[in-house]
């Protein structure tokens, strides 16, 4: 099966092990990996923002780069997001260009998602054996993908123990430019997920499919002082098939 992986901006800039990871990964489930080259960001600040023509430039960008591959695979709910569920929206009064969002949309996957729905597997291997993860499920993946059970399988399945979080599915605050424009709420929204967790001693770290919140919730962590890593799920996952 060939899949074009969609690295996204944050994975890039700050988690490149969870695209190496997520291509590793790939691999080994028997897929031919490319990476097309002319891929930017998926345009979602902009339209966040409500600069929604400015989105539509760079969609347009990316419907071209992505026109030919047979599977979009991305390390990213928020921004598996942007492509599959958002990119029609902004062509919803443009036919031509509506009809490509919707060929796109229809190949489009965040990384568990394709290995369980698409790929049809469930247990990767045994490499988490004795692991303890606090799993914090992304607002986008969940509530516009309806992605819950997919990696929560996958971890387990590999031997690790999914801790009972109580805020597990609450947002953690970040939202893109909502962190921006309302920083007081988006903090104490982090602080107050981060207060239901059990003790970080019976956790050997926090799992997310989302960079911006791992990046939000990593930095309120380490201003808590709190020892608790944030890990990629792809990274994860790759460690499970190990």
């Not at 990871?21 to 902009?46: E, I, N």
């Not at 902004?90 to 489009?108: C, D, G, I, Q, V």
């Not at 909502?178 to 981060?194: G, I, N, T, Y």
Request: charged share 20%.
């Amino acid at each position: 099966m060939k899949v074009s992986l969609f690295i996204t901006c944050v994975a890039d800039q700050f988690f490149s092990d969870a695209g190496v990871a997520a291509v590793k990964l790939l691999r080994s489930l028997d897929c031919t990996v490319d990476f097309p080259q002319g891929q930017t960001c998926c345009g979602q600040p902009a339209y966040n923002a409500g600069y929604w023509a400015e989105a539509r430039q760079v969609a347009e960008h990316t419907l071209g780069v992505l026109e030919d591959a047979e599977h979009v695979v991305l390390p990213s709910g928020s921004c598996t997001t942007m492509l599959r569920a958002f990119y029609p929206e902004l062509y919803r009064h443009h036919p031509r260009m509506f009809a490509r969002a919707e060929a796109l949309s229809h190949k489009t996957y965040e990384l568990a998602e394709f290995i369980v729905k698409v790929l049809k597997v469930t247990h990767l291997g045994n490499g988490l054996q004795g692991h303890r993860v606090a799993y914090h499920h992304g607002c986008h993946g969940l509530r516009e993908l309806g992605i819950k059970s997919e990696p929560l399988t996958l971890l387990r399945n590999a031997g690790a123990e999914i801790v009972d979080w109580a805020a597990a599915e609450e947002c953690c605050g970040f939202g893109g430019l909502f962190s921006v424009k309302l920083p007081e709420v988006a903090l104490s929204m982090a602080d107050r997920k981060l207060s239901t967790l059990p003790p970080t001693s019976q956790i050997d770290y926090l799992a997310s499919a989302d960079g911006g919140c791992m990046l939000h919730l990593d930095g309120r962590i380490k201003n808590r002082r709190l020892s608790l890593p944030v890990r990629p799920l792809a990274s994860v996952l790759w460690e499970a098939a190990q």
